[in-house]
């Protein structure tokens, strides 16, 4: 089956942390990446950089920012090919962001 | 009699059936009208000898029909690469794998909610009905059919696999399990719903014969039948009676010494969990006199599995026996339990054996504020009258 793994960050997770640190946790992105169960995946720029569209009565509206104020921020995803929930939530538990004050939505694509 | 049969066919014609077509939704509904082919025709042809082959076969047929008549659901099943099954029902019961480990499993998976948990358990391994389940937590049946819907729907969408867990994974699922049952034991045993407790004891003796090589499986169920041990004599009058204050010659033996066979099987092979202390303490609490140094060194060793400030609050119980109450309420006082009625009962307790009466009696009211079943409100009361 085919899953998302949606990565949430806190923001600040980063901060105080060394440059041999971020390498380090860097370095742990790509080597899931290179997992072959991985089909693909992306990082997001940061928040500040996005803007949201909605219609409302048949005019677009857009806003500075992400849709929803929240405590973590979606900052990126993987798409993974896994055997089944245990072996998709096996690789969201791999993703640094999980440990570091964030979390992992693993949510499973509608197959076609 | 057939509703006995039944009763102990379902868990394993169901898990079959979840192991046969991959899905849970086809299964339940399989595994239902086999069980209703058969009620009309064992009424009438007496029970064969092979039921649960008969009933598993049958509802393999009656999945097979479902996929034939909804094809755009069979696509998408494993059912299609199976052979097809006999004509005849010829599978003699020996030949009936045992899945209802994989059933445990699969029901009890942290991806599904706590209550789901519960209710799928409860349905796929026990057998009882949806409405039979509602009634047992309290909540309306329309609710209980959304609950077990949508958790059969994350199964089948999320991928939640039927199977045994890989290796690395057992030791956390197993302790899910095992959650699970106790809760539902609990949820008996405190609104005094025997049904339910003795329904928990049934699953949790099946897991042990499908797991004998797991010791805190069978730490849980000696812990439960030596709870359970001391049902009769827990409420008199609709009261709860404490403890110290039981009818000893109300106590099931038979309960207390396969409980205690079993923490002893347990404790030999070296298990130390959680369950298995508990079920020590509950062993310690039917002898006379009660060792009370004992159970509070089994408190502080459960204190360190579980960090839990309610098994604090259980060791300072134990603690007043021991040292005193000043000692014991020096920890209490030290808990963040205000909104858990067993702290202020505590509390109470040792405020009036250190006669302080006003504190007593404000802790009493406080306890009483709290307390959620009569028996519980009228034991309470009587204390506060005493003061």
């Known amino acids: ?112 | 009699m057939l509703e006995e049969i039944f009763r102990d066919q379902w868990a394993r014609v169901f898990a079959a059936l979840v192991s046969y077509t991959g899905d849970v939704d086809v299964a339940e509904e399989a595994a239902q009208e086999a069980f209703a082919v058969a009620a009309e025709r064992w009424a009438r042809d007496g029970v064969p000898d092979n039921p649960g082959a008969w009933l598993v076969v049958t509802g393999r047929h009656r999945a097979i029909d479902r996929l034939r008549r909804d094809r755009t659901h069979a696509d998408k099943l494993r059912l299609l690469d199976r052979p097809e099954p006999g004509e005849e029902v010829t599978m003699d019961e020996s030949a009936l794998p045992d899945e209802r480990l994989e059933l445990f499993f699969l029901c009890c998976h942290p991806a599904l909610a706590d209550e789901a948990q519960v209710a799928l358990t409860l349905r796929a391994l026990g057998g009882l009905s949806t409405p039979e389940i509602a009634r047992a937590f309290l909540v309306s049946e329309e609710t209980m059919k959304r609950r077990l819907t949508r958790a059969r729907d994350k199964i089948r969408a999320a991928g939640i696999p039927f199977g045994i867990p890989r290796e690395h994974l057992l030791p956390a699922r197993l302790e899910a399990v095992l959650s699970v049952l106790y809760l539902i034991f609990n949820q008996g045993y405190g609104d005094g719903r025997a049904d339910l407790a003795a329904e928990a004891v049934r699953l949790t003796r099946i897991l042990v014969e499908l797991a004998p090589g797991e010791p805190e499986a069978a730490g849980l169920l000696a812990l439960m039948l030596l709870h359970d041990s001391r049902r009769a004599a827990r409420v008199r009058d609709g009261e709860i009676v404490l403890l110290h204050e039981q009818d000893r010659d109300l106590w099931d033996t038979g309960r207390i010494e396969e409980g205690q066979a079993l923490l002893d099987r347990a404790l030999a092979r070296g298990a130390r969990g959680a369950y298995v202390v508990q079920a020590a303490i509950a062993a310690l609490q039917t002898e006379e006199p009660i060792d009370w140094p004992a159970v509070a060194a089994l408190y502080d060793r459960l204190r360190e599995l579980t960090g839990s400030a309610v098994v604090e609050l259980n060791r300072a119980v134990a603690v007043a026996e021991v040292e005193g109450p000043r000692a014991a309420l020096a920890i209490v006082d030290g808990l963040g339990l205000d909104g858990y009625r067993y702290f202020h009962s505590t509390r109470a307790e040792l405020l009036r054996r250190l006669d302080d009466t006003a504190g007593a009696r404000a802790a009493y009211r406080r306890a009483l504020e709290l307390a959620t079943t009569e028996a519980e409100r009228r034991f309470l009361t009587r204390r506060l009258g005493e003061l």
């Open chain 1, 1 to 112: 089956m085919r899953y998302a793994l949606l990565i949430n960050e806190r923001p600040g997770a980063y901060d105080g942390l060394t440059a041999d640190e971020r390498a380090a946790i860097t370095a742990e992105y790509v080597a899931l990446m290179k997992d072959e169960r991985m089909i693909g995946g992306e990082r997001l720029q940061p928040a500040e950089t996005a803007t949201t569209v909605r219609i409302q009565g048949g005019r677009t509206l857009m806003t500075d920012g992400p849709f929803a104020d929240t405590k973590e921020i979606f900052g990126g995803f993987y798409i993974v090919e896994a055997e089944d929930l245990d072996d998709a939530l096996e690789l969201a538990a791999r993703v640094p962001a999980a440990r570091l004050g964030g979390s992992v939505e693993v949510r499973p694509l509608v197959e076609r």
